[in-house]
């Protein structure tokens, strides 16, 4: 009841104003257990591919987005709680993965859908990077469950880090067909295993998305990428130290000629 109320006060709204396109949606069953892998490219993924499915998806979800304070934090832990996401503390990496699992094959028992991101957290820069394998394949082989690729497409341009206001565009959702795993059932314990069908998994969704794929992990990407603006912004500071001593050095050596002019103009009159 909550759900359809608040997806009809959410999800409406979002499809009139974005309109987004959808390929593909006969490849999510109407009903049963089915787990819904994709990339993860903004904010705004966890809204939109519901938004546009007749069956509600539970996503897992950062504990922070139910406990951030403001008007904006209020509304997004109201959404997230009324489409029924579940909140996750990932504080402690091993903790986190396994209270997801568990979350997660509750929610396929119940004959839902589960949606997750392979990667993890958000591309930091629009590519797809290497998939998890802890939580996709473990969940895929200890339920049965098909896992179907998606590839979310340009919603990192409707609203870019720093930008208040969200640009009105289409983005896109592309669906892929049903994996089946059933080969690897009773495997989820074989760590070669959970690699290939995780792989399997991000390499259709590469070619749902058109996305360049990174073989690192997108948190390791994101650790690169602090590291390297804060030595970039250390060199800034270090050029700018460098640029002003220079300034005072030659305002000194500006000094000492006009007081040697002096002193010999001082000297040559009589």
Do not use: C
């Given at each position: 009841m909550?759900?359809?109320?608040?997806?009809f006060?959410i999800?409406?709204?979002?499809?009139?104003?974005?309109?987004?396109?959808?390929?593909?949606?006969?490849?999510v069953?109407?009903?049963g257990?089915a787990i819904?892998?994709s990339?993860?490219l903004?904010?705004?993924?966890s809204?939109?591919?519901?938004?546009?499915?007749d069956?509600?998806v539970?996503?897992?979800a950062?504990?922070?987005?139910?406990t951030?304070?403001?008007i904006?934090?209020?509304l997004t832990?109201?959404?997230?709680?009324?489409v029924?996401?579940?909140?996750?503390?990932?504080?402690?990496?091993?903790?986190?993965?396994?209270?997801?699992?568990r979350?997660?094959l509750?929610v396929?028992?119940?004959?839902e859908?589960?949606?997750?991101?392979?990667?993890g957290?958000?591309?930091?820069?629009?590519?797809l990077?290497?998939g998890k394998?802890?939580?996709?394949?473990?969940?895929?082989?200890?339920s049965g469950a098909?896992?179907i690729p998606v590839?979310?497409?340009?919603?990192?341009k409707i609203q870019?880090p720093?930008?208040?206001?969200p640009?009105?565009m289409?983005?896109?959702?592309?669906?892929?067909?049903?994996?089946?795993?059933?080969?690897?059932?009773?495997?989820e314990?074989?760590?070669?295993v959970?690699r290939?069908l995780?792989?399997?998994?991000?390499?259709?969704i590469?070619?749902?998305?058109?996305?360049?794929?990174?073989?690192?992990?997108a948190t390791?990407?994101?650790?690169q990428?602090a590291?390297?603006a804060k030595t970039?912004?250390q060199?800034?500071k270090?050029?700018?130290q460098?640029?002003?001593?220079?300034?005072k050095a030659s305002?000194?050596?500006?000094?000492?000629?006009e007081a040697e002019?002096a002193?010999?103009k001082e000297?040559?009159?009589p």
């Open positions: 909550i759900y359809g109320a608040m997806k006060s999800g409406g709204p979002l499809k009139l104003a974005f309109r987004p396109w959808v390929e593909g949606l006969e490849h069953p109407a009903e257990p819904l892998a990339n993860h903004s904010f705004s993924d809204f939109f591919l519901p938004a546009v499915l069956r509600k539970t996503f897992i950062k504990a922070e987005y139910f951030t304070p403001g904006k934090g209020r832990a109201a959404f997230f709680k009324g029924g996401q579940l909140p996750v503390d990932r504080s402690g990496a091993r903790g986190a993965g396994e209270a997801a699992i979350s997660g509750d396929l028992e119940r004959g859908l589960f949606g997750l991101y392979p990667e957290t958000r591309s930091p820069d629009g590519r990077y290497r394998p802890g939580g996709l394949a473990r969940v895929a082989l200890a098909p896992v590839a979310m497409i340009d919603t990192e870019p720093g930008k208040v206001m640009k009105l289409r983005p896109g959702i592309r669906i892929g067909k049903p994996l089946d795993f059933s080969r690897y059932q009773g495997m314990h074989d760590r070669f959970l290939a995780t792989d399997e998994v991000m390499y259709e590469m070619r749902l998305s058109g996305q360049e794929y990174v073989d690192i992990y390791a990407a994101k650790r990428l590291e390297a970039e912004k060199a800034q270090q050029a700018e460098a640029r002003k001593e220079a300034e305002e000194r050596e500006a000094a000492e000629r002019k002193a010999g000297r040559s009159d």
